[in-house]
């Protein structure tokens, strides 16, 4: 991909409740990606009662820790929008593992100018 700039911040947003290994490898995955240079992290927890501070070693990451009985699908993803100042955003749930290390990339790809 051309014209890649340092400029510009993509920001994964992921709503959690009760996250299992697959979270954690989730994360694991992130650090993979071809952008994670650009990468930040907003984990929205919503009222997980098995979290475990370790997991979250991740190099630029806020957690958001909300009530299970605020969370909707729809409204607490435009929350987390409104808190971003990201240039790109991109929304995922704790159990959808990236296929391979470009997933990141290629999502983004035509926001970036060539």
Same mark, same amino acid.
């Given at each position: 991909?051309?014209?890649?700039?340092?400029?510009?911040?993509?920001?994964?947003?992921?709503?959690?409740?009760?996250?299992?290994?697959?979270?954690? *490898?989730?994360?694991?995955?992130? #650090? &993979?990606?071809?952008?994670?240079?650009?990468?930040? !992290?907003? %984990?929205?927890? =919503?009222? *997980?009662?098995?979290?475990?501070? #370790? &997991?979250?070693?991740?190099?630029?990451?806020?957690? !958001?820790? %909300?009530?299970? =009985?605020?969370?909707?699908?729809?409204?607490?993803?435009?929350?987390?929008?409104?808190?971003?100042?990201?240039?790109?955003?991109?929304?995922?749930?704790?159990?959808?593992?990236?296929?391979?290390?470009?997933?990141?990339?290629?999502?983004?790809?035509?926001?970036?100018?060539?």
């Amino acid at each position: 991909m051309k014209g890649l700039t340092k400029t510009m911040v993509v920001k994964v947003v992921i709503p959690v409740f009760n996250p299992d290994g697959k979270f954690s *490898a989730l994360l694991a995955a992130f #650090k &993979q990606q071809t952008i994670y240079q650009d990468l930040e !992290l907003l %984990i929205i927890n =919503s009222g *997980a009662t098995n979290w475990f501070e #370790k &997991q979250l070693d991740y190099r630029h990451m806020q957690v !958001l820790n %909300i009530s299970s =009985s605020t969370f909707d699908h729809g409204g607490t993803r435009k929350k987390a929008a409104g808190l971003s100042e990201a240039d790109i955003m991109v929304f995922m749930t704790q159990d959808a593992l990236p296929a391979d290390r470009h997933l990141l990339r290629n999502l983004t790809a035509a926001l970036y100018d060539d």
